[in-house]
């Protein structure tokens, strides 16, 4: 199977994309469009942008909205159901676990529910490395013992482990995709990652460079490493679409349910990134040391065998500069534009006045309170 292509007969079915402003969402949000689906946005805007959706359709509301949930599969034929929304941040789901549960575990059940409700029967879920916990043995394949250490991986293993009894119970067929560490951004400059607060590595690494701030600093030099930091599988954000697509494509043909790990099967370190950030910016980047973070495995590399042999997935981004230059020429844009104010950013054509509860602000202050 090869993912599908642009040029491919339009108007193929409605997805609809649960978390499609955020980050790895709006990417997939654009490849679907370009692969002829037609994609249908629910997001609360609570990290995600409005103008990162395109033109696609986007309803403003809550993932666990029963009555949001009813109007949008009454009002689309939809196929099938990419979710991308959750919290994300590993160190806040310690600090607030119920946050956690409630968001990524109770309104995921009332998506899966609403989906039983309206007999949608495929779901892609966006699951984590971090179901592994401290890894036994690197590059981790599916075998692998899960053991989270944190409320976020336990949050998306339940999920994992619902979406089991989901397909026996109602033949609700899933794939949980378990990213290593998501990275890059869209080559053509459109899309790309800003979390507010940024916490992970590479979008750091490159705001070092570019002056809005001040330096990177890095978590622990003593770890069992060649170099003493932490190595990471980073994946290109477009090949996690790829992955998606593919994902998508085997459901809608009829597979069963499945799980992969997705990642390059490359490892780098901290070091290296920044190495390889300074080689392709040409700017000179502040490096501070800093004392361990909790939490962190001293290794996370995928065995992506499963997903390249069942899927027929070929990531196309396995270079670390290829997928630091995309994420180097989406901060340069921001450096240019700011937040809010990038190129592509339009009305968008959105559902949310038929929903209106733009509940983004709100969600922010809260989990800030
Ligand atoms: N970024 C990574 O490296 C990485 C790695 C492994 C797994 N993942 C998973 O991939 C998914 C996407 O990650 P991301 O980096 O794009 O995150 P993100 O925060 O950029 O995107 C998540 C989106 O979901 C929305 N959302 C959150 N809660 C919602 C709710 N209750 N109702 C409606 N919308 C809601 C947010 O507004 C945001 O737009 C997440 O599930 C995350 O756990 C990400
Ligand atoms: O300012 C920083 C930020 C990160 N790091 C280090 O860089 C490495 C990568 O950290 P990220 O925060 O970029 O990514 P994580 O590996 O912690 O997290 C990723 O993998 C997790 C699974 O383990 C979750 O899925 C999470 O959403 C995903 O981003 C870690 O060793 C971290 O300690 C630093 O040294 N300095």
Redesign the pocket.
Known sequence: MKPADAGKTPHLPHILVVGGAGYIGSHMVKRLRRAGYQPVVLDNLSQGRRDAVGPAQLIVGELGDDSVLDVIFQAWPIAAVMHFASY???GESVAQPATYYENNVSNTVALLRAMVRHNVPRFIFSS???VFGNPDYVPIDERHPKAPINP??HSKLMVEQILGDFDAAYALRSCCLR????AGADPEGELGECHEPE????P?VLQAASGRRAA?????RDYDTPDG??I?DYIHVQDLCDAHLLALEGLLDGAGSSRFNLGNGAGYS?DQ?IAAARRVTGRDIVVLD?P??PG??AR?VADPQLARDVLGWTPQYGDLDAIIAHAWAWEQQYQRWGRGLLPHAGPAANAASMLASDGGERRRQDRRA
């Open positions: 994300i941040q590993v984590t490395a971090a976020y991986g990213y290593f560490n998501a916490t992970h590595l590479i750091l990177i600093t890095v978590y622990g930091t932490c990471r901290i990134v800093g361990r973070r962190d495995p996370l």
